[in-house]
C-alpha cells in the first residue's frame, strides 16, 4: 500500500547536537520528495527537496538523504538550534503528480 | 510582499452545514492548492487550482469543493459536514501549476474548522 513515514511522533534532541529524521516510502514511482517544517499555528514551510536521481542534497545547516533500494528517506540537522523545534514531515511526488505525506516527527529540543 | 493569507482563522460549524473558506496567494502567484490536515491522516492533499481551472484533485468525496477567481483567490467549499471534517484546511500558493509539489509552494497558516 502507500504509506509514507515512519511512526516516530517525537525525537528529543540536545541543542547543538545533530537531528536524524526519518521517513519510509512505500511507492518505488515516487519521483520527487520533500522536506517540510511546520511550527506551531503555523503552515508548512519547505525546508529541502530532493529528485530521485540523487541521493543526497545539501542545504543550510539540512542534509536530505535518499535511499532508493530501501525506500528511506532522512533529514540530517546540523547543530540543532531551539528555533529548530516543530513538527518535521516528508512528502513524496509519484509520477501521476499525486502527492502523499508523511504524519510527521516532533523535534523537540533539550537545553 | 505578503503572504498566503487565509480567512477564517479559526471556525465552529454543526454537522449538516456547509462552510467556505477562502485564501489570498502571494501576489503573482497564480496556483493554489488546499490540504487537509488532522492528527490522525496527516496532511493529505485536496485539489490544485491555476487559471481558473482544477488541475489535480485528491481522494476527497464531492462534498469538497473548491474554486478559482480572476485575480487568483480561491475558495473551497465542504457541504453537509460531517464531524470527521474537523481539522486544520491549509491553503498553500505558487507561481506555476505545481505538477504535485515540484514547484516550491508557500503555505498560509490555516483555517481550524471544529465541527460539532
Known amino acids: 500500500g502507500e504509506n509514507v513515514g515512519l511512526h516516530l511522533p517525537t525525537l528529543s534532541v540536545q541543542e547543538g547536537d545533530n537531528s536524524i529524521i526519518n521517513c519510509a516510502y512505500s511507492?518505488?514511482?515516487?519521483?520527487?520528495f520533500i522536506w517540510y517544517k511546520q511550527e506551531s499555528g503555523k503552515g508548512p514551510q519547505f525546508i529541502i527537496d530532493?529528485?530521485?536521481?540523487?541521493d543526497k542534497r545539501q542545504g543550510q545547516r539540512v542534509t536530505v538523504l535518499l535511499n532508493k533500494t530501501v525506500k528511506h528517506l532522512s533529514l540530517q540537522i546540523a547543530a540543532t538550534q531551539p528555533g529548530d523545534s516543530a513538527v518535521y514531515f516528508c512528502?513524496?511526488?509519484?509520477?501521476?503528480?499525486?502527492?502523499?505525506f508523511g504524519k510527521g516527527t516532533r523535534l523537540h529540543i533539550l537545553p | 510582499k505578503a503572504g498566503v493569507t487565509q480567512t477564517p482563522r479559526y471556525l465552529i460549524k454543526t454537522r449538516g452545514q456547509q462552510v467556505t473558506l477562502s485564501c489570498s496567494p502571494i501576489?503573482?502567484?497564480?496556483?493554489v492548492s488546499w490540504y487537509q490536515q488532522t492528527p490522525g491522516q496527516g496532511l493529505q492533499f485536496l485539489f490544485e487550482?491555476?487559471?481558473?481551472?482544477?488541475?489535480n484533485k485528491g481522494n476527497f468525496p464531492g462534498r469538497f469543493s473548491g474554486r478559482q477567481f480572476s485575480n487568483s483567490r480561491s475558495e473551497m467549499n465542504v457541504s453537509t459536514l460531517e464531524l470527521g471534517d474537523s481539522a486544520l484546511y491549509l491553503c498553500?500558493?505558487?507561481?506555476?501549476?505545481?505538477?504535485?509539489?515540484?514547484?516550491?509552494?508557500?503555505f498560509g497558516p490555516g483555517t481550524r474548522l471544529l465541527v460539532l
Open positions: 512528502a513524496e511526488n509519484m509520477w501521476d503528480d499525486k502527492i502523499i
Open positions: 530532493i529528485r530521485s536521481n540523487m
Open positions: 498553500a500558493s505558487s507561481l506555476r501549476p505545481g505538477q504535485g509539489i515540484r514547484e516550491t509552494q508557500y
Open positions: 511507492n518505488s514511482a515516487s519521483d520527487y
Open positions: 501576489s503573482g502567484h497564480r496556483s
Open positions: 487550482y491555476f487559471s481558473e481551472t482544477q488541475r
